[in-house]
């Protein structure tokens, strides 16, 4: 019988195959490793093969052409047991349960009409927090820090109808999920024996944070049930409700899967959404002069205005380039959320098998130089402005969202948001970095886990232009 071709493979160890090759931010070094490897390469990470795809073409060719034949979920003990055994969207494997859930979320919760029905909590938010940041302005602020509470606040009262503060706060779990799952990500796989050892000590962490999280969840299903202590707009957990009583969708969702929806929309919405506003920001204060153009297109279009709304943003070509470029970038998930094939599949000459995992690079491929040229690696927002290229789903070159049956189902939700916001934060202020800092941050180092966002937060300074 004649032997199955394989991708190419870097050389690896027994036991830890090539996790050791991976290190702190293995997008990094899986993109260095595709230079020698090429855009296709088989790795071992300890005795699980993964197929890792690093180009625009290799990923036209997993997520376009065999799309559904890639559209699994690995499963992962850890994984499943805070994601309710894989009853939420993200994690679902491929298969009737995940196509309705993932249609509910496409035609209910993030369509056109909900993002924008939400259109008055986001200006709450942005007004909120312009005015906590013009009482510090010419002071020092840690702008990483109010973003992201903005990003939550909004987050929580779409999803649950109120920001839940106190000691069993929200954000608290929040934290303690996104720093275990860090852990529990590549990324910390750093050698075999650390590894167990380390994996021990994390389980009863585990156990016990994915009980603190049900026990909030279940609170919160069952204040919406008794009609307590949100407000009148209709909320994700509203939707879901509805959907469950009136049996609407052809089959029966219960109270667990709306509470893996909702740790869905928590655990894939916040961090991404507030690092994308977190790497602009960043992106902009080393670029003066792409902040002064993107403040001369918002002031042009909304001179007069005291702040920006979300109909004066479709006119902004620039600040659409500005997202795009640090999407291309800075994607959120620079590694994506893992696929698993479920059939024999051949990749150009390539056998693949059913059952392999797949990581595609959305950050090597956002850097390729055949696609972005020779100043790929430079943030230059006016390369998108006679460019077609886009990153809601059409184009392999641009994937932060990913593309194919598993892409994202939050674009517009989280997009709006994230415009919207930048807008007004230049718009009200001019904005510098604090004098101590300029020279040391033109490579920023990245946080380790698997949604990237600064490791440090971003310090800077307002001052108010009214
Ligand atoms: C800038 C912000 C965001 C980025 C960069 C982002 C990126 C991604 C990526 C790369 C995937 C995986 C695609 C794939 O596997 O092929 C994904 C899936 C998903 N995202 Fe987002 N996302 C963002 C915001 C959000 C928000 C705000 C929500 C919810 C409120 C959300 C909910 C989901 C869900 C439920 C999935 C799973 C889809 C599936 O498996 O079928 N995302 N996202």
């Known amino acids: 019988e004649k ?3 394989t ?5 690896r160890f027994p036991l830890i195959g090539n996790l050791h090759q991976l290190g702190s931010h293995p997008h990094r070094s899986l993109c260095s490793l595709s230079h020698r490897y090429g855009p296709l390469m088989l790795l071992h990470f300890g005795h699980v093969p993964v197929l890792v795809v690093s180009s625009a073409d290799m ?3 997993v997520l376009k052409t065999h799309d559904r034949v890639f559209a699994s979920r690995p499963r992962s003990k850890i994984f499943n047991k805070i994601f309710y055994d894989g009853r939420d969207v993200a994690l679902a494997p491929y298969g009737e349960y995940w196509r309705q859930m993932k249609s509910v979320c496409v035609l209910q919760l993030f369509s056109n009409k909900m993002v924008r029905s939400f259109r008055d909590v986001r200006q709450e938010e942005i007004s909120l927090m312009i005015e906590k940041i013009r009482i510090s302005s010419s002071l020092r602020i840690n702008l990483s820090e109010i973003l992201a509470n903005l990003t939550n606040n909004v ?6 109808g109120r920001k839940y503060h106190g000691k069993t706060d929200f954000k608290e779990l929040m934290k303690r999920l996104t720093r275990l799952l860090g852990e529990f990500s590549v990324g910390s796989y750093v050698s075999w024996l650390a590894w167990i050892d380390w994996i021990r000590g994390l389980d009863g962490q585990l156990i016990k944070l994915s009980n603190d999280l049900d026990e909030f969840l279940e609170r919160v299903v069952q204040d919406h049930v008794d009609g307590d202590g949100h407000d009148h707009r209709t909320d994700f957990v509203d939707v879901l409700l509805t959907i469950q009583r009136e049996k609407s969708v052809g089959f029966e969702i219960d109270r667990l899967s709306i509470k893996a929806i909702i740790l869905d929309v928590f655990v894939g919405g916040t961090d991404t959404t507030y690092a994308l506003l977190e790497w602009a920001m960043t992106e902009l204060l080393h670029h003066p002069e792409c902040l002064e153009r993107l403040q001369e297109e918002v002031r042009t279009i909304c001179k007069g205005k005291s702040r920006v709304s979300e109909e004066d943003i479709q006119e902004m070509k620039y600040l659409k380039a500005v997202i795009k470029e640090t999407l291309r970038l800075h994607p959120p998930l620079p590694l994506m959320v893992p696929h698993e094939s479920t059939q024999d599949v051949k990749l150009r000459d390539y056998h693949i098998p059913a059952g392999t995992q797949v990581m595609i690079n959305a950050w090597a491929i956002g850097r390729e130089a055949a696609t972005w040229g020779p100043d790929a690696e430079e943030f230059k927002p006016e390369r998108h402005l006679n460019s077609s290229v886009d990153f809601r789903g059409q184009d392999t070159e641009l994937v932060p969202f990913g593309t194919g049956r598993r892409i994202c189902p939050a674009i517009s939700f989280a997009v709006v948001l994230d415009e919207v916001v930048l ?3 230049v718009h009200q202020f ?6 101590e800092s300029t020279e040391y941050h033109t490579d920023v180092a990245e946080s380790i886990g698997l949604a990237v966002h600064r490791m440090f ?10």
């Open 3 to 5: 032997k199955h071709n």
């Open 7 to 11: 991708p190419p493979s870097p050389p």
């Open 59 to 61: 990923a036209q060719e």
């Open 155 to 160: 987050i929580c009262r779409v999803a649950l």
């Open 423 to 425: 807008a007004n934060l």
């Open 430 to 435: 001019d904005w510098r970095l604090p004098v």
């Open 457 to 466: 937060p971003l310090y800077s300074i307002a001052s108010s232009t009214t």
